[in-house]
């Protein structure tokens, strides 16, 4: 099996450690002015459908945000997201324990 990493940072999972492919997959985000509280603008952002993700390719898993994985929930089984995570002391995610099919 072939994981391609679709984040910005290196995926620690057990016995690997997969690096950014180059290509970050993201869910599109529109954002909508509704306000200001103080002065400070407040907005409405709907996500749609991902961007920068690659066709299917037999063999090959990708890894993505939770964010960008729900964009295509239901309709890809290639697309997971890191599950489980680890962190350090300081509450800095480290790793993941698992993949997760949103």
């Not at 984040?7 to 599109?28: D, F, Q």
């Amino acid at each position: 099996m072939e994981f391609v990493n679709l984040t910005s940072h290196t995926i620690n999972l057990p016995g690997m450690a997969i690096p950014p492919s180059g290509t970050v997959a993201r869910a599109a985000a529109t954002d909508t002015p509704i306000g200001d509280i103080d002065g400070i603008p407040v907005i409405t952002t709907t996500y749609g459908g991902i961007q920068d993700l690659p066709d299917p390719v037999e063999g090959t898993v990708y890894i993505v945000s939770v964010l960008a994985a729900q964009a295509v929930k239901g309709m890809r089984s290639d697309v997971f997201a890191p599950a489980q995570l680890v962190r350090d002391e300081q509450g800095r995610v480290i790793g993941a324990n698992a993949l997760a099919r949103i």
